[in-house]
């Protein structure tokens, strides 16, 4: 599902130049869990950018669902991502003025994968899988952070993605919501969904099908 090779990357700034992936070979098969750890600046992000397409790797061939990423301009590359990677941030990236239903919509109207017909019914179904039965209409100042969180995961869902990616999905959660959001991700795991999560904080081995390290942009595996 996911195959990096020998994938660079490096960044030109004020400092000079930063190398954020360095010689990165990855191969996640479908269904599979997989969680990268390391600490700010490691990365991390870099990592789950250029999984999905949104970073351009410096050196390296990029294969993910199929696509090699590489032959793609940025507007191909745009829709690609919206049918096949499920993205879902750290600080949510809801759009304020739509509520919880019209922030899914919004994302299958951009997209159109799923027929328009039948966008509504959907998103009222991956609102209440994740708990959102009855918060549908709010807004996101409406919500808490976990129920902002899981609005956003469902947006993830909208499109039937092939892959769900998280950047530090619980990193601004208390410890009960976390544990909530990690125990969705897991079920969506055992539904088959193909999931990467990248994270700094201390994590469960056992709760992952493998678990890497990338410190510095060299990334190892731990499990």
Not at 11 to 21: E, I, S
Not at 112 to 129: D, F, T, Y
Not at 149 to 157: E, F, S, T, W
Request: aromatic share 6%; charged share 20%.
């Amino acid at each position: 599902m996911i195959s990096l090779t020998q994938v660079d990357k490096t960044y030109f700034g004020t400092g000079g130049q930063v190398h954020a992936l360095k010689h990165t070979n990855l191969q996640i098969e479908q269904g599979e869990y997989v969680v990268v750890v390391g600490a700010s600046g490691s990365g991390k992000s870099t990592l789950l950018n250029v999984i999905a397409g949104i970073d351009r790797p410096s050196n390296g061939d990029v294969r993910v669902a199929g696509q090699d990423l590489n032959v793609l301009n940025e507007g191909e590359l745009a829709g690609w991502r919206g049918k096949h990677i499920g993205i879902v941030f750290q600080f949510y990236q809801l759009l304020p003025t739509l509520s919880a239903r019209d922030n899914l919509l919004f994302a299958m109207d951009l997209v159109k994968k799923v027929p328009k017909p039948g966008r509504r019914a959907k998103a009222e179904h991956h609102l209440e899988a994740v708990g959102l039965a009855d918060k549908m209409r709010k807004f996101p100042n409406e919500l808490s952070g976990g129920e902002r969180q899981r609005v956003a995961i469902a947006r993830a869902l909208a499109n039937d993605p092939d892959i769900i990616i998280a950047d530090e999905p619980t990193g601004n959660l208390d410890s009960r919501t976390s544990t909530q959001i990690h125990s969705l991700f897991q079920h969506l795991h055992e539904l088959g969904t193909t999931l990467v999560m990248v994270t700094h904080a201390n994590i469960s081995f056992s709760a992952y099908d493998r678990v890497l390290s990338i410190q510095d942009g060299v990334l190892k595996a731990l499990k």
